[in-house]
């Protein structure tokens, strides 16, 4: 098992750039229902995650600042205040593991450090709990029921499927 299984290309993630604005980043994570989006620069390499807790600590920390004006700052300017770290495309499985216990999903990175996409912790949840279904013959096994029940708290529309 490598990373590229877990895999979510690029060409299918919602990113900002550091030249991104305040408001095109609330936007993009409103629209979307994310809370936290990476940033990859001009050369495609990454280069952080803005989270909607820095979006807030930039507006509480900066007392002109409402939405009707958060189109004059920069992403490039809003502080990080946690470091989202990436995984090399080449890694372990096990340091794609230990990432995920502190982040919902992992900037995947090439060796020379370009962006490629990212690893979502729910599709390793899942993969973690079709698998024990699979070893025990219980489609409802209690990670599997787990897991279903809180993805269908945050999307109604989508269940864990247990065959192929």
Known sequence: MNIAFFLLP????IYVTPRTTMRQALERMERHRYN???????DGR???TITEGDLLWKMKN??????SNTHTIRVEDIPQ?????PVRIDARIEDLI????????VPVIDERGIFIGIVRRKEVLEYCARGI????????????????????????????????
Request: net charge negative.
């Open 36 to 42: 936290a989006v990476p940033i990859i620069d001009q």
């Open 10 to 13: 690029k060409e299918e993630v």
């Open 46 to 48: 990454y280069v952080g």
């Open 133 to 164: 279904a699979q070893e025990t013959g219980e489609p409802d096994a209690p990670p599997v029921k787990a897991v279903n029940e809180a993805t269908h708290r945050r999307f109604p529309f989508q269940t864990l499927r247990t065959s192929p």
């Open 81 to 85: 205040y946690k470091h989202h770290q």
């Open 98 to 105: 230990a990432l995920m216990m502190e982040q919902n999903f």
């Open 62 to 67: 900066t007392p002109e600042l409402n939405f």
